[in-house]
């Protein structure tokens, strides 16, 4: 029996090893590359420095990982290959950022509202597209990546879908849109509704998603999807 029971051991030991070394991760429900083309400087970069390079760039290297240049993006890790041109499904970003390896999600997850949110099923499929497309890395794309600041761009949607109500002469519960120091200041009943950089903290977001049951005239307080995410950039970006 003992003898049995420890060659069974002996044998069942290092098999067991190996395949705990080798397990490779399962990508089959993770979500699907986009079915395009896709713009390292429009598209890529731009989720990086928005998920990552706070972690992994000039001011800190968390893991010894940094992704503001090739090489240093591209270097192999304890988890493999972070980015293995070609093959999405084999590089160990992906897998990080679908939380396919124990306690290894990245971004990693966070207790503050607000920071830290989870790529979303768009933005993974981009990356995954970029890497299946060869993976070319364009230098310089940091210069590239835009700032969204009121004026530019928020501005010009606030007086589309605002201006109506809450302009300059006599606006809606006091709440004027057109100029950034009014609407950082916010209105009579509701206060402030933006904390510069912390979405979560924003109940201007609850409002323009039209999800603000309290306010007359829910519906006119909608926006579309993209001009939501730009004012959550915007604000995300400090709302300046
Ligand atoms: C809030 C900080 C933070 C953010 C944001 C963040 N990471 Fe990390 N990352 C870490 C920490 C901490 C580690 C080290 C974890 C460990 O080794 O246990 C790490 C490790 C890694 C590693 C492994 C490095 C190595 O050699 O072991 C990779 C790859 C990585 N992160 C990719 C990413 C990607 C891709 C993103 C964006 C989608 C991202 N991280 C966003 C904190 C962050
Ligand atoms: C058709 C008119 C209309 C439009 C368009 C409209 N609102 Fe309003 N809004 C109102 C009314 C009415 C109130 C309630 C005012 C009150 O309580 O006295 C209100 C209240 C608000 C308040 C709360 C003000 C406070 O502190 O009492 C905010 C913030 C606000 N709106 C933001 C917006 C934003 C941002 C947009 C554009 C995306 C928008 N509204 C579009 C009519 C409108």
């Known amino acids: ?21 080798k397990k490779s991760v399962d990508t089959s429900k993770i979500p699907l590359p986009v079915p395009r083309k896709v713009d390292f400087v429009k598209e890529v970069y731009p989720i990086f420095k928005d998920a990552c390079i706070s972690c992994h760039g000039p001011e800190k290297q968390k893991g010894k990982y940094r992704m503001d240049s090739k090489e240093a993006a591209f270097k192999d890790t304890d988890y493999g290959p972070t980015i293995v041109p070609g093959k999405s499904g084999d590089s160990s970003i992906i897998h990080m ?8 999600m990245m ?10 949110e989870p790529l979303t099923a768009e933005q993974i499929g981009i990356l995954r597209a970029w890497i299946d497309q060869g993976a070319e890395w364009v230098a310089g794309a940091d210069s590239y990546v835009k700032s969204v600041t009121f004026e530019a761009d928020i501005k010009p949607i606030f007086q589309q879908a605002c201006g109506e109500c809450h302009g ?13 120091e009014a609407v950082l ?10 904390t510069a950089g912390d979405v979560k903290k ?39």
């Open 168 to 180: 300059a002469a006599a606006p809606k519960g006091e709440f004027a849109a057109l100029t950034l």
């Open 185 to 194: 200041k916010g209105g009579k009943g509701y206060g402030k509704v933006i």
């Open 1 to 21: 029996m003992k003898i049995s029971l420890l060659l069974a051991l002996g044998v069942a030991l290092p098999i067991a090893a190996v395949a705990a070394e």
């Open 97 to 104: 950022c679908c939380n396919l390896i124990d306690e290894m």
């Open 202 to 240: 924003s109940s201007l977001i609850t409002i323009v998603s039209g999800q603000d049951e309290d306010l007359p005239q829910t519906e006119k307080h909608k926006l579309q999807p993209k001009q939501i995410e730009l004012v959550k950039k915007w604000i995300e970006q400090g709302a300046k």
């Open 107 to 116: 971004p990693p997850p966070s207790d503050k509202p607000g920071k830290s």
